[in-house]
């Protein structure tokens, strides 16, 4: 039996990485609006617990993207299917990451989709060129953790 899982991301600012990756990907904000505010008003949170971002309350030090197609919960907004949650950690990052997201451009898209990347606040690290087996390039995101786009 297949199982489900996310992916899960130490951040610094969860919310403002959730934004970078959702506008990366295509992918849409979790919305955990309505399952806070029932929290609250039943007093099982206090608002320390919380934070606001862009208009929108997430549970402090967390935030997640999901694919668009996939369902998820409309209380929690949390989606059931291909989903990133961002949580915050106090220490840095100080080595490369083990594990990164490989981001694919559509056939002759690779300069553009690399340009969109900088336009949200991805930076280009170095280019990649295995001959026949293909060309991409290394970028980090806004918080410095490394990805490839092919």
Not at 34 to 58: F, N, P, S
Not at 89 to 108: F, Q, W, Y
Not at 119 to 133: I, N, S, T, W, Y
Request: glycine share 12%.
């Amino acid at each position: 039996m297949a199982l489900g899982w996310k992916l899960v991301i130490d951040s610094t600012d969860a919310p403002a990485i959730a934004d970078f990756w959702a506008q990366a990907l295509g992918y849409e904000v979790e919305d955990p609006g309505a399952l806070i505010e029932q929290l609250l008003t039943e007093g099982h949170i206090g608002k320390e617990a919380v934070v606001e971002h862009r208009g929108r309350t997430y549970f402090r030090g967390f935030a997640a993207v999901r694919h668009p197609d996939d369902p998820f919960d409309r209380i929690s907004g949390v989606g059931l299917g291909r989903r990133l949650l961002f949580q915050d950690v106090p220490e840095g990052k100080t080595v490369k990451n083990r594990l990164h997201i490989d981001v694919h451009s559509e056939p002759g898209g690779l300069v553009e989709l690399v340009s969109r990347m900088e336009g949200l606040g991805a930076v280009r690290v170095r280019e990649v060129d295995k001959g026949p087996a293909g060309h991409w390039w290394v970028m980090l995101d806004p918080e410095g953790n490394e990805f490839c786009v092919s």
